[in-house]
Protein backbone atom coordinates (compact mmCIF):
# COMPACT_ATOMS: atom_id res chain seq x y z
CA UNK A 1 0.00 0.00 0.00
CA UNK A 2 2.93 2.26 0.76
CA UNK A 3 4.50 1.77 -2.40
CA UNK A 4 1.43 2.27 -4.32
CA UNK A 5 1.12 6.10 -2.72
CA UNK A 6 4.57 6.47 -3.05
CA UNK A 7 4.62 5.77 -7.07
CA UNK A 8 1.47 7.41 -7.31
CA UNK A 9 3.13 10.57 -5.66
CA UNK A 10 6.10 10.05 -7.88
CA UNK A 11 3.75 10.79 -11.22
CA UNK A 12 1.84 13.43 -9.58
CA UNK A 13 5.17 15.61 -9.09
CA UNK A 14 6.92 14.55 -12.57
CA UNK A 15 3.44 15.77 -14.33
CA UNK A 16 3.38 18.74 -12.35
CA UNK A 17 7.40 19.55 -13.47
CA UNK A 18 6.00 18.84 -17.02
CA UNK A 19 3.45 21.09 -16.79
CA UNK A 20 5.39 23.72 -15.25
CA UNK A 21 8.08 23.58 -17.92
CA UNK A 22 5.41 23.81 -21.18
CA UNK A 23 3.88 26.84 -19.64
CA UNK A 24 7.41 28.39 -18.91
CA UNK A 25 8.36 27.34 -22.56
CA UNK A 26 5.38 29.17 -24.13
CA UNK A 27 5.77 32.32 -22.19
CA UNK A 28 9.53 32.62 -23.11
CA UNK A 29 9.08 31.14 -26.51
CA UNK A 30 11.07 33.15 -29.47
CA UNK A 31 10.43 32.44 -32.84
CA UNK A 32 13.11 31.44 -34.59
CA UNK A 33 14.32 33.68 -37.57
CA UNK A 34 17.00 32.49 -40.18
CA UNK A 35 19.72 34.68 -40.60
CA UNK A 36 20.32 35.53 -43.97
CA UNK A 37 24.63 34.93 -45.03
CA UNK A 38 26.89 38.46 -45.05
CA UNK A 39 27.51 39.27 -47.89
CA UNK A 40 31.63 38.77 -47.24
CA UNK A 41 30.43 35.01 -47.16
CA UNK A 42 28.31 35.23 -50.72
CA UNK A 43 31.06 37.04 -52.30
CA UNK A 44 33.14 34.38 -51.54
CA UNK A 45 31.48 31.18 -53.49
CA UNK A 46 33.15 30.54 -56.78
CA UNK A 47 32.86 27.16 -58.75
CA UNK A 48 36.11 25.38 -59.67
CA UNK A 49 36.54 26.11 -62.88
CA UNK A 50 38.48 23.26 -64.80
CA UNK A 51 41.21 24.08 -67.52
CA UNK A 52 40.72 22.84 -70.96
CA UNK A 53 36.63 22.27 -70.34
CA UNK A 54 33.81 23.88 -72.28
CA UNK A 55 32.41 26.59 -69.89
CA UNK A 56 28.13 26.02 -69.23
CA UNK A 57 26.59 29.56 -67.90
CA UNK A 58 23.19 29.18 -66.88
CA UNK A 59 21.13 32.43 -66.60
CA UNK A 60 18.99 32.36 -63.25
CA UNK A 61 16.54 34.99 -61.83
CA UNK A 62 13.72 35.53 -59.19
CA UNK A 63 10.91 32.86 -60.45
CA UNK A 64 13.19 30.11 -62.34
CA UNK A 65 11.47 26.75 -63.00
CA UNK A 66 13.91 24.10 -60.93
CA UNK A 67 13.37 21.71 -63.97
CA UNK A 68 14.46 23.68 -66.68
CA UNK A 69 17.35 24.48 -64.51
CA UNK A 70 18.47 21.61 -63.03
CA UNK A 71 17.55 19.04 -66.38
CA UNK A 72 20.39 20.08 -68.15
CA UNK A 73 22.49 20.91 -65.40
CA UNK A 74 22.21 17.62 -64.38
CA UNK A 75 23.42 16.43 -68.11
CA UNK A 76 26.31 18.60 -68.51
CA UNK A 77 27.94 18.55 -65.21
CA UNK A 78 28.47 14.57 -65.20
CA UNK A 79 29.73 15.07 -68.47
CA UNK A 80 32.95 15.05 -65.99
CA UNK A 81 32.49 11.80 -65.52
CA UNK A 82 33.31 10.37 -69.16
CA UNK A 83 36.91 9.92 -70.30
CA UNK A 84 38.20 11.21 -73.33
CA UNK A 85 35.97 14.12 -73.97
CA UNK A 86 36.41 17.83 -73.28
CA UNK A 87 33.69 17.79 -70.35
CA UNK A 88 32.08 20.84 -69.04
CA UNK A 89 32.40 23.37 -66.11
CA UNK A 90 28.63 23.88 -65.44
CA UNK A 91 28.03 27.43 -63.24
CA UNK A 92 25.19 30.10 -62.59
CA UNK A 93 25.03 33.70 -63.74
CA UNK A 94 22.33 36.31 -62.12
CA UNK A 95 22.38 40.09 -61.81
CA UNK A 96 22.67 39.38 -58.53
CA UNK A 97 25.05 38.55 -55.21
CA UNK A 98 22.71 37.19 -52.53
CA UNK A 99 20.48 34.83 -53.38
CA UNK A 100 17.82 33.87 -56.01
CA UNK A 101 14.36 32.19 -55.43
CA UNK A 102 12.99 29.61 -57.78
CA UNK A 103 9.42 29.35 -58.51
CA UNK A 104 9.17 26.46 -56.64
CA UNK A 105 11.09 28.16 -53.81
CA UNK A 106 14.52 26.85 -53.98
CA UNK A 107 16.72 29.76 -52.29
CA UNK A 108 20.15 29.39 -54.91
CA UNK A 109 23.50 31.88 -54.41
CA UNK A 110 24.86 32.46 -57.95
CA UNK A 111 28.24 31.73 -58.91
CA UNK A 112 28.75 34.49 -60.54
CA UNK A 113 27.44 38.21 -61.13
CA UNK A 114 27.19 39.12 -64.85
CA UNK A 115 26.73 43.43 -63.47
CA UNK A 116 30.00 42.67 -61.15
CA UNK A 117 32.30 40.00 -61.73
CA UNK A 118 34.76 38.81 -64.21
CA UNK A 119 33.28 36.41 -65.77
CA UNK A 120 34.77 33.22 -67.57
CA UNK A 121 34.73 33.15 -71.48
CA UNK A 122 31.38 31.33 -72.20
CA UNK A 123 30.92 28.44 -74.64
CA UNK A 124 27.65 27.24 -73.75
CA UNK A 125 24.60 29.60 -72.50
CA UNK A 126 21.58 28.35 -70.81
CA UNK A 127 18.40 30.15 -70.70
CA UNK A 128 15.88 28.23 -68.01
CA UNK A 129 12.22 29.14 -68.23
CA UNK A 130 11.48 31.76 -65.90
CA UNK A 131 8.15 33.17 -64.21
CA UNK A 132 8.13 36.75 -65.37
CA UNK A 133 9.79 35.67 -69.24
CA UNK A 134 6.76 36.90 -70.71
CA UNK A 135 6.48 39.79 -69.17
CA UNK A 136 8.24 41.91 -66.68
CA UNK A 137 11.80 40.32 -67.79
CA UNK A 138 11.74 41.20 -70.92
CA UNK A 139 11.61 45.12 -69.86
CA UNK A 140 15.10 44.09 -68.53
CA UNK A 141 17.23 45.36 -70.28
CA UNK A 142 20.56 44.79 -68.83
CA UNK A 143 19.66 41.12 -68.56
CA UNK A 144 18.76 41.38 -72.70
CA UNK A 145 22.09 42.81 -73.18
CA UNK A 146 23.91 40.71 -71.23
CA UNK A 147 22.13 37.71 -73.41
CA UNK A 148 23.35 39.36 -76.49
CA UNK A 149 26.36 39.82 -75.75
CA UNK A 150 26.95 36.33 -74.58
CA UNK A 151 25.10 34.72 -77.59
CA UNK A 152 27.14 36.58 -79.69
CA UNK A 153 30.68 35.06 -78.55
CA UNK A 154 29.43 31.48 -77.22
CA UNK A 155 29.73 28.75 -79.10
CA UNK A 156 25.70 27.56 -78.59
CA UNK A 157 22.53 28.94 -77.02
CA UNK A 158 20.41 26.92 -75.41
CA UNK A 159 16.56 28.22 -74.27
CA UNK A 160 13.87 25.58 -72.12
CA UNK A 161 10.64 26.38 -71.94
CA UNK A 162 9.79 30.48 -72.07
CA UNK A 163 13.89 30.93 -72.40
CA UNK A 164 12.90 31.04 -75.95
CA UNK A 165 10.97 34.63 -75.36
CA UNK A 166 14.57 35.94 -73.70
CA UNK A 167 15.41 34.82 -77.07
CA UNK A 168 13.20 36.34 -79.34
CA UNK A 169 13.25 39.44 -77.51
CA UNK A 170 17.24 39.96 -77.95
CA UNK A 171 16.55 39.46 -81.85
CA UNK A 172 18.92 36.49 -81.68
CA UNK A 173 15.77 34.12 -83.17
CA UNK A 174 15.52 36.49 -86.12
CA UNK A 175 15.20 34.32 -89.37
CA UNK A 176 15.47 31.23 -87.26
CA UNK A 177 13.48 28.48 -86.69
CA UNK A 178 12.68 27.61 -82.65
CA UNK A 179 9.49 26.32 -80.57
CA UNK A 180 8.81 27.07 -76.93
CA UNK A 181 6.78 25.15 -74.18
CA UNK A 182 3.60 23.93 -75.48
CA UNK A 183 0.79 26.42 -74.06
CA UNK A 184 2.76 29.30 -74.38
CA UNK A 185 2.90 28.51 -78.67
CA UNK A 186 0.42 30.94 -79.52
CA UNK A 187 1.44 33.93 -77.15
CA UNK A 188 4.76 33.50 -78.76
CA UNK A 189 3.75 33.60 -82.28
CA UNK A 190 1.67 36.63 -81.02
CA UNK A 191 4.64 38.44 -79.59
CA UNK A 192 6.58 37.64 -82.34
CA UNK A 193 5.10 37.12 -85.50
CA UNK A 194 8.08 37.21 -87.79
CA UNK A 195 9.25 33.87 -86.30
CA UNK A 196 9.46 30.62 -87.51
CA UNK A 197 7.51 28.31 -84.96
CA UNK A 198 7.24 24.97 -84.62
CA UNK A 199 5.26 23.17 -82.10
CA UNK A 200 4.23 19.26 -81.50
CA UNK A 201 8.42 19.14 -81.03
CA UNK A 202 10.63 18.84 -78.66
CA UNK A 203 13.38 20.82 -79.24
CA UNK A 204 14.25 22.67 -82.67
CA UNK A 205 18.02 23.34 -83.75
CA UNK A 206 18.83 26.30 -85.87
CA UNK A 207 22.50 27.23 -86.27
CA UNK A 208 24.10 27.67 -82.80
CA UNK A 209 20.48 27.76 -81.42
CA UNK A 210 18.91 25.11 -79.50
CA UNK A 211 15.54 26.15 -78.41
CA UNK A 212 13.55 23.31 -76.53
CA UNK A 213 9.43 22.95 -75.28
CA UNK A 214 11.44 22.62 -71.56
CA UNK A 215 9.83 20.46 -68.58
CA UNK A 216 11.45 17.02 -68.13
CA UNK A 217 11.90 17.39 -71.92
CA UNK A 218 14.63 20.00 -71.38
CA UNK A 219 16.62 16.48 -70.26
CA UNK A 220 16.04 15.61 -74.16
CA UNK A 221 17.38 18.63 -75.76
CA UNK A 222 20.35 18.84 -73.20
CA UNK A 223 21.52 14.77 -74.23
CA UNK A 224 21.15 15.84 -77.79
CA UNK A 225 23.69 18.72 -77.28
CA UNK A 226 25.90 15.87 -75.64
CA UNK A 227 25.24 13.62 -78.67
CA UNK A 228 26.18 16.40 -80.94
CA UNK A 229 29.65 17.19 -79.22
CA UNK A 230 30.64 13.89 -78.20
CA UNK A 231 28.97 11.39 -79.93
CA UNK A 232 26.19 9.00 -79.18
CA UNK A 233 27.99 6.70 -77.06
CA UNK A 234 28.74 9.32 -74.56
CA UNK A 235 25.27 10.53 -74.85
CA UNK A 236 23.94 6.86 -74.01
CA UNK A 237 26.44 6.82 -71.28
CA UNK A 238 24.86 9.95 -69.56
CA UNK A 239 21.26 8.93 -70.54
CA UNK A 240 22.15 5.74 -68.34
CA UNK A 241 24.18 7.55 -65.51
CA UNK A 242 20.54 9.53 -65.16
CA UNK A 243 17.86 6.61 -65.53
CA UNK A 244 16.64 8.25 -68.78
CA UNK A 245 15.25 6.29 -72.18
CA UNK A 246 17.76 8.02 -74.74
CA UNK A 247 16.82 7.46 -78.68
CA UNK A 248 17.39 10.50 -80.77
CA UNK A 249 15.89 8.55 -83.65
CA UNK A 250 12.65 8.31 -81.57
CA UNK A 251 11.92 11.94 -80.56
CA UNK A 252 10.05 14.91 -82.85
CA UNK A 253 12.36 17.19 -83.02
CA UNK A 254 13.97 20.05 -86.06
CA UNK A 255 17.28 20.07 -87.26
CA UNK A 256 17.27 22.99 -89.85
CA UNK A 257 19.89 21.92 -91.96
CA UNK A 258 22.05 25.16 -93.52
CA UNK A 259 24.04 25.22 -96.79
CA UNK A 260 28.02 23.71 -96.28
CA UNK A 261 26.51 21.55 -93.35
Not at 147 to 154: L, M
Not at 177 to 204: N, R
Request: aromatic share 12%.
Amino acid sequence: MYLAQNNYTMRLQYASALIFLCCFYACNRVDYQPKSCPDTIVQTIKPTLEEGRLNVAFLIMDGVYNTELTAPFDIFQHTIFRDSIQSMNVFTVAKATKYIKTFEGMHIVPDFNYMEDTLPAIDILVVPSAEHHLDSDLEDTLMLDFVRQTAAKARFVMSHCDGAFVLAKCGLLDGLESTTFPGDIEAYKTMFPELTVHQDVLFVHDGKFITSAGGAKSFEASLYLCELLYGKTVADRLAQGLVIDWDLSQLPYVKVEKDGE
